[in-house]
């Protein structure tokens, strides 16, 4: 069975710097594309940081230049460091995987729990 976990989540104040995280265990083959998304309260989810199978990202432009998305395979680990967070950044982050749990097999889509993300002064 597969599990995403998230965390790095936080009250952190406007300026600073927070770096989620998205773990998924079990029995995995592949990750393959990934997404970052947020929703803000009374907003739809927003996808913010799409990252193809290949490492290409598409920025979201409230994120762009201020946020770097990465997977670390070995761990089937991925991240977002996000800088110079603002109080309009404040949401639930929500990483969802496409995954391929056996080779050539078909692909799923899995969300982790969500990270409550606070700026606030």
């Known amino acids: 069975q597969v599990r995403l976990v998230e965390s790095g989540g936080g009250l952190v104040q406007p300026g600073e710097s927070l770096r989620l995280s998205c773990t998924a265990s079990?029995?995995?083959?592949?990750?393959?594309?990934m997404g970052w998304y947020r929703q803000a309260p009374g907003k739809q989810r927003e996808l913010v940081a799409p990252i193809t199978t290949g490492g290409s990202t598409n920025y979201a432009n409230s994120v762009k230049g201020r946020s770097t998305a990465s997977r670390d395979s070995a761990k089937n680990t991925v991240y977002m460091q996000m800088n110079n967070l603002k109080p309009e950044d404040t949401a639930v982050y929500y990483c969802?995987?496409?995954?391929?749990?056996?080779?050539?097999?078909?692909?799923?889509?899995?969300w982790g729990q969500g990270t409550q993300v606070t700026v606030s002064s």
């Open positions: 969802k995987l496409v995954l391929r749990l056996v080779p050539e097999g078909a692909e799923y889509q899995y």
């Open positions: 079990g029995s995995i083959f592949s990750i393959n594309d």
